[in-house]
């Protein structure tokens, strides 16, 4: 499945997806948004497995403090995609 969401360029090796983005079946209510360091070339490739929704979902997690983020690696995991990075509150967040 190609991911289709909103990818914002911020410089040349950093995207952000929005958190007015609602996901693929409209219902994501994200906290942050989501930033994924990666050069123009691997955009299209990422996009390919649908590892950036899953990043989208990641902002959601409770106690989520700051952006969700995928490093270069990025690539579809189980939950989070492989790549995927974010600090929880020890309160409030999950350890996953």
């Given at each position: 499945?190609?991911?289709?969401?909103?990818?914002?360029?911020?410089?040349?090796?950093?995207?952000?997806?929005?958190?007015?983005?609602?996901?693929?079946?409209?219902?994501l209510?994200?906290?942050?948004?989501?930033?994924?360091?990666?050069?123009?070339?691997?955009?299209?490739?990422?996009?390919?497995?649908?590892?950036p929704?899953?990043?989208?979902?990641?902002?959601m997690?409770?106690?989520?403090?700051?952006?969700?983020?995928?490093?270069?690696?990025?690539?579809?995991?189980?939950g989070f995609?492989?790549?995927?990075?974010?600090?929880?509150?020890?309160?409030?967040?999950?350890?996953s």
């Amino acid at each position: 499945m190609t991911w289709n969401g909103p990818l914002n360029k911020i410089d040349d090796f950093r995207y952000e997806i929005p958190n007015s983005y609602k996901g693929v079946n409209k219902n994501l209510k994200m906290k942050t948004s989501a930033l994924i360091y990666a050069s123009e070339k691997m955009i299209p490739l990422l996009k390919q497995d649908n590892a950036p929704e899953q990043t989208a979902n990641m902002t959601m997690l409770p106690g989520i403090v700051g952006k969700a983020m995928a490093m270069p690696d990025i690539h579809w995991g189980y939950g989070f995609p492989i790549g995927g990075v974010a600090a929880t509150d020890a309160e409030e967040g999950v350890i996953s």
